[in-house]
Protein backbone atom coordinates (compact mmCIF):
# COMPACT_ATOMS: atom_id res chain seq x y z
CA UNK A 1 0.00 0.00 0.00
CA UNK A 2 1.41 3.31 -0.98
CA UNK A 3 1.10 6.55 1.48
CA UNK A 4 -2.13 7.63 -0.48
CA UNK A 5 -4.25 4.89 -0.13
CA UNK A 6 -3.12 4.81 3.53
CA UNK A 7 -4.04 7.88 4.36
CA UNK A 8 -7.12 8.04 2.69
CA UNK A 9 -7.76 4.40 4.25
CA UNK A 10 -7.01 6.07 7.62
CA UNK A 11 -9.31 9.19 7.01
CA UNK A 12 -12.92 6.19 6.17
CA UNK A 13 -11.76 4.33 9.42
CA UNK A 14 -11.57 7.85 11.73
CA UNK A 15 -15.07 8.78 10.47
CA UNK A 16 -16.82 5.62 10.25
CA UNK A 17 -18.89 4.27 12.86
CA UNK A 18 -17.23 1.72 15.19
CA UNK A 19 -19.09 -1.38 15.68
CA UNK A 20 -19.82 -2.47 19.56
CA UNK A 21 -20.02 1.42 20.70
CA UNK A 22 -21.85 -0.26 23.35
CA UNK A 23 -19.14 -1.87 24.93
CA UNK A 24 -16.98 1.62 25.49
CA UNK A 25 -20.15 2.61 27.74
CA UNK A 26 -18.78 -0.10 29.96
CA UNK A 27 -14.92 1.39 29.69
CA UNK A 28 -15.90 4.78 30.51
CA UNK A 29 -18.04 4.00 33.62
CA UNK A 30 -14.90 2.04 35.37
CA UNK A 31 -12.82 5.09 33.97
CA UNK A 32 -14.89 7.07 36.09
CA UNK A 33 -14.89 4.83 39.16
CA UNK A 34 -11.52 4.43 38.81
CA UNK A 35 -9.42 6.39 41.39
CA UNK A 36 -7.23 9.38 40.60
CA UNK A 37 -4.35 10.83 40.96
CA UNK A 38 -2.58 14.13 41.04
CA UNK A 39 0.89 14.68 39.17
CA UNK A 40 3.21 17.38 40.47
CA UNK A 41 6.11 18.03 38.69
CA UNK A 42 9.20 19.72 40.72
CA UNK A 43 12.64 20.67 38.51
CA UNK A 44 15.71 21.39 40.63
CA UNK A 45 18.47 23.18 39.05
CA UNK A 46 22.14 22.33 40.24
CA UNK A 47 25.18 23.76 40.33
CA UNK A 48 28.09 20.58 39.71
CA UNK A 49 29.93 19.64 42.23
CA UNK A 50 30.03 18.51 46.43
CA UNK A 51 26.36 21.17 46.86
CA UNK A 52 25.08 18.60 43.91
CA UNK A 53 26.01 15.46 45.46
CA UNK A 54 24.75 16.84 48.83
CA UNK A 55 21.41 17.42 47.50
CA UNK A 56 20.79 14.66 46.12
CA UNK A 57 21.79 12.66 49.21
CA UNK A 58 19.42 14.76 51.22
CA UNK A 59 16.75 13.65 48.41
CA UNK A 60 17.32 10.06 49.14
CA UNK A 61 17.67 9.79 52.30
CA UNK A 62 15.55 12.37 53.80
CA UNK A 63 13.18 13.89 51.55
CA UNK A 64 11.96 11.03 49.77
CA UNK A 65 11.00 8.96 52.82
CA UNK A 66 9.67 11.63 54.66
CA UNK A 67 7.14 12.23 51.22
CA UNK A 68 6.39 8.79 51.44
CA UNK A 69 5.26 9.63 55.46
CA UNK A 70 3.04 11.89 54.31
CA UNK A 71 0.84 10.18 51.65
CA UNK A 72 2.80 10.54 48.72
CA UNK A 73 4.11 6.75 48.30
CA UNK A 74 4.88 7.27 44.45
CA UNK A 75 8.20 9.87 43.99
CA UNK A 76 9.96 9.58 40.39
CA UNK A 77 13.44 11.44 40.82
CA UNK A 78 15.20 11.90 37.43
CA UNK A 79 18.63 13.79 36.15
CA UNK A 80 19.47 15.72 33.96
CA UNK A 81 23.11 15.71 32.68
CA UNK A 82 23.24 16.95 29.09
CA UNK A 83 20.93 20.00 27.91
CA UNK A 84 20.26 23.58 28.39
CA UNK A 85 19.45 23.44 31.87
CA UNK A 86 21.75 21.07 32.86
CA UNK A 87 22.58 20.06 35.74
CA UNK A 88 18.82 19.62 36.92
CA UNK A 89 16.81 17.09 38.64
CA UNK A 90 13.14 16.29 38.38
CA UNK A 91 11.08 15.45 40.68
CA UNK A 92 7.72 13.53 40.30
CA UNK A 93 5.11 13.10 42.73
CA UNK A 94 1.86 11.28 42.49
CA UNK A 95 -0.65 12.65 44.93
CA UNK A 96 -3.94 10.65 45.59
CA UNK A 97 -5.48 14.26 45.93
CA UNK A 98 -5.48 17.42 45.38
CA UNK A 99 -5.31 18.29 49.06
CA UNK A 100 -2.06 16.32 49.23
CA UNK A 101 -0.63 18.54 46.44
CA UNK A 102 -1.57 21.78 48.59
CA UNK A 103 -0.93 20.67 52.02
CA UNK A 104 2.56 18.54 51.12
CA UNK A 105 4.57 21.57 52.40
CA UNK A 106 3.10 21.88 55.60
CA UNK A 107 3.19 17.87 56.59
CA UNK A 108 6.47 18.13 55.60
CA UNK A 109 7.88 20.85 57.84
CA UNK A 110 5.71 18.73 61.08
CA UNK A 111 7.55 15.66 60.21
CA UNK A 112 9.49 14.83 63.37
CA UNK A 113 11.86 12.60 61.82
Do not use: W
Not at 9 to 30: E, T
Not at 64 to 90: E, H
Amino acid sequence: MDRRGFIAASAVAAVSPMPGIDKLAGIDALAQQASRQYIELRRYHLLPGPKQRAFNTFLGEAAVPAMNRAGVSKVGAFTMVYGQNAPSLLLVLAHPTLESVVTLRDRLAGDAE
